[in-house]
T-cell receptor
Framework: DAEITQSPRHKITETGRQVTLACHQTWNHNNMFWYRQDLGHGLRLIHY???????NKGEVSDGYSVSRSNTEDLPLTLESAASSQTSVYFC???????????FGQGTRLTVV | GQNIDQPTEMTATEGAIVQINCTYQTSGFNGLFWYQQHAGEAPTFLSYNVLDGLEEKGRFSSFLSRSKGYSYLLLKELQMKDSASYLC??????????WGAGTKLIIKP
């Protein structure tokens, strides 16, 4: 069965360190997204990609970067982790704009 | 600005019916989604509405009124496993999803 997986599921890191969160999907979807979810807020879009070599900034992209070198993977990098980036991060993929998105199980990141 | 409003929390009784409302103000409209999210888990798709009216899918139904910027999710014959957060999301004119903060639904026996 096709799936979307994130790793690690939990991560604790120190302020100032670079961190990369992995996202891998086997749906063969062109569209991939990274969101963060914080209490009291809806999911907020960090970066998204509509295909290989395509990346775009979302609503809260400062301090984050992504790369899309193949269809399956969209790693999210925190260049220099800050306490404000403590959150739950979700990766998602979809076939098209009007179709359902499939979400990974999430990564809980704590920056100390 | 763009805004999605949902009640923060609702409580209902097992076997009953509950309606979760969502109002939105967005730059353009290309459809409205409802997702379910159990605590500590990923959101999962429930429904998609792009035209006015009611879409029924088993115990769950979703309604849309574009002129009123309003949608609701109706859950019938509530079961304990329906305890979860319900997320409303609107696709704007740039095909970006704008998400509400979610409604936490508590089901009591």
């Amino acid at each position: 069965d096709a799936e979307i997986t994130q790793s690690p599921r939990h991560k604790i890191t120190e302020t100032g360190r670079q961190v990369t969160l992995a996202c891998h999907q086997t749906w063969n979807h062109n569209n991939m997204f990274w969101y963060r979810q914080d209490l009291g807020h809806g999911l907020r879009l960090i970066h998204y990609s509509y295909g290989v070599q395509d990346t775009n900034k979302g609503e809260v992209s400062d301090g984050y970067s992504v790369s899309r070198s193949n269809t399956e993977d969209l790693p999210l990098t925190l260049e220099s982790a800050a306490s404000s980036q403590t959150s739950v991060y979700f990766c998602a993929s979809s076939e098209g704009a009007h179709t359902e998105a499939f979400f990974g199980q999430g990564t809980r990141l704590t920056v100390v | 600005g763009q805004n999605i409003d949902q009640p923060t929390e609702m409580t209902a009784t097992e076997g009953a019916i509950v309606q979760i409302n969502c109002t939105y103000q967005t730059s353009g409209f290309n459809g409205l989604f409802w997702y379910q999210q159990h605590a500590g888990e990923a959101p999962t798709f429930l429904s998609y509405n792009v035209l006015d009216g009611l879409e029924e899918k088993g115990r769950f139904s979703s309604f849309l009124s574009r002129s009123k910027g309003y949608s609701y999710l109706l859950l019938k014959e509530l079961q304990m496993k329906d305890s979860a957060s319900y997320l409303c999301a609107v696709m704007d004119s740039n095909y970006q999803l704008i998400w509400g903060a979610g409604t936490k639904l508590i089901i009591k026996p």
